[in-house]
């Protein structure tokens, strides 16, 4: 697993339930790993964006992808991307039954179901090189 870079994001990704705990550190590490396998997306920066994990490309070829569990909605966990971005209506077109969405900003994950890897990692590249592509 990559070390945090930040004491305040280990501490919210320790904060979670043990369920969506590994489910986000797993998507967590995705995430890194799609970085380093995409060209353009360079070294990624960490931090906290309105309490959620939050990544994006340190040269801002692409937008923030966050991430969060939230109890009133405890089964599942989410993926968010900039609302005013093609990118979840793309998704949307490209994935229509591997996800659930919500409106033009999330891809909503289950806790119980191994996530679709590949499609995951698509709408990762994506995001983290959204400008580059547009």
């Given at each position: 697993?990559?070390?945090?870079?930040?004491?305040?994001v280990?501490?919210?990704?320790?904060a979670?339930?043990a369920?969506?705990?590994?489910?986000?550190l797993d998507?967590?590490e995705?995430?890194?790993q799609t970085a380093?396998?995409?060209?353009g997306?360079?070294e990624?920066?960490?931090?906290?964006?309105?309490?959620?994990?939050?990544?994006?490309?340190?040269?801002?070829?692409?937008?923030t992808?966050r991430m969060?569990?939230?109890?009133?909605?405890?089964?599942n966990?989410?993926?968010?991307?900039?609302?005013?971005?093609?990118?979840?209506?793309m998704?949307r077109?490209?994935?229509p039954?591997d996800?659930?969405?919500?409106?033009?900003r999330a891809?909503?994950?289950?806790?119980?179901?191994?996530p679709?890897?590949?499609?995951?990692?698509?709408?990762?590249?994506?995001?983290?090189?959204?400008?580059?592509?547009?």
């Amino acid at each position: 697993m990559k070390p945090f870079a930040h004491h305040q994001v280990q501490a919210k990704f320790d904060a979670y339930p043990a369920k969506a705990r590994r489910r986000l550190l797993d998507l967590r590490e995705l995430i890194f790993q799609t970085a380093e396998n995409t060209d353009g997306v360079g070294e990624l920066e960490e931090s906290l964006k309105w309490g959620e994990p939050a990544y994006i490309g340190k040269n801002k070829a692409g937008t923030t992808i966050r991430m969060d569990w939230k109890a009133k909605d405890p089964l599942n966990y989410a993926m968010y991307f900039h609302c005013q971005t093609s990118l979840v209506a793309m998704f949307r077109t490209m994935f229509p039954h591997d996800f659930a969405f919500q409106g033009n900003r999330a891809l909503i994950l289950k806790l119980e179901d191994e996530p679709p890897q590949d499609a995951v990692a698509i709408c990762i590249a994506a995001a983290l090189t959204y400008h580059l592509k547009k």
